[in-house]
């Protein structure tokens, strides 16, 4: 696993398990926890869904890259949680930290993002899901130091971090 003082990206599509692994992760590593998406919405001012419809999804890509050279230059000793697209637009990703891709069959994707208000908070939930995880996968495989399968609770996933 990672230093006490490196950082641990994860990496994997929409409702992965990304935040909350990344939350118990740095709780039980007594790291920081940083949530990207979260992290853009407040430097922005507005919700990553007003980001995306007020300015396009380029913007939000734009975001990203500012905010993934931010944490290589002064982010150390943190759970990153990315958003599902970071990988697309960000080559430097293993530079920051141990990449971790959490890998969720699509079926419990699908799943995830049925239950009641997961969605609607989701600019990409939309008819397209299957084609874009099945694009998103080889970016994720060679994004990664390691891939991790994020099927089942957090925290069976948490321990298949340590295995």
Same mark, same amino acid.
């Given at each position: 696993?990672?230093?006490?003082?490196?950082? /641990?990206?994860?990496?994997?599509?929409?409702?992965?398990?990304? @935040?909350?692994?990344? &939350?118990?992760?740095?709780? &039980?590593?007594?790291?920081?926890?940083?949530?990207?998406?979260?992290?853009?919405? /407040?430097?922005?001012?507005?919700?990553? @869904?007003?980001?995306?419809?007020?300015?396009?999804?380029? &913007?939000?890509?734009?975001?990203?890259?500012?905010?993934?050279?931010?944490l290589q230059d002064h982010i150390t000793g943190a759970?990153?949680?990315?958003?599902?697209?970071?990988?697309?637009?960000?080559?430097?990703?293993?530079?920051?930290?141990?990449v971790i891709w959490l890998d969720a069959p699509l079926?419990?994707?699908?799943?995830?993002?049925?239950?009641?208000?997961?969605?609607? @908070?989701?600019?990409?939930?939309?008819?397209?899901?299957? /084609?874009?995880?099945?694009?998103?996968?080889?970016?994720?495989?060679? /994004?990664?130091?390691?891939?991790?399968?994020?099927?089942?609770?957090?925290?069976?996933?948490?321990?298949?971090?340590?295995?």
């Amino acid at each position: 696993m990672t230093t006490p003082h490196s950082n /641990t990206l994860l990496i994997g599509f929409m409702a992965s398990g990304k @935040s909350s692994v990344g &939350r118990l992760l740095a709780q &039980r590593s007594d790291r920081w926890f940083i949530d990207t998406d979260a992290l853009i919405a /407040t430097m922005a001012g507005k919700s990553i @869904s007003a980001i995306f419809e007020e300015e396009g999804e380029g &913007r939000f890509r734009a975001w990203e890259v500012r905010l993934s050279k931010w944490l290589q230059d002064h982010i150390t000793g943190a759970v990153i949680a990315t958003g599902g697209g970071m990988p697309l637009v960000c080559n430097n990703l293993k530079a920051i930290g141990e990449v971790i891709w959490l890998d969720a069959p699509l079926e419990v994707i699908e799943s995830r993002l049925a239950q009641p208000g997961e969605s609607g @908070s989701r600019p990409l939930a939309d008819e397209a899901l299957q /084609t874009r995880y099945h694009e998103r996968r080889s970016i994720y495989a060679r /994004t990664a130091h390691r891939q991790i399968d994020a099927s089942g609770s957090v925290e069976a996933v948490l321990e298949r971090l340590f295995l």
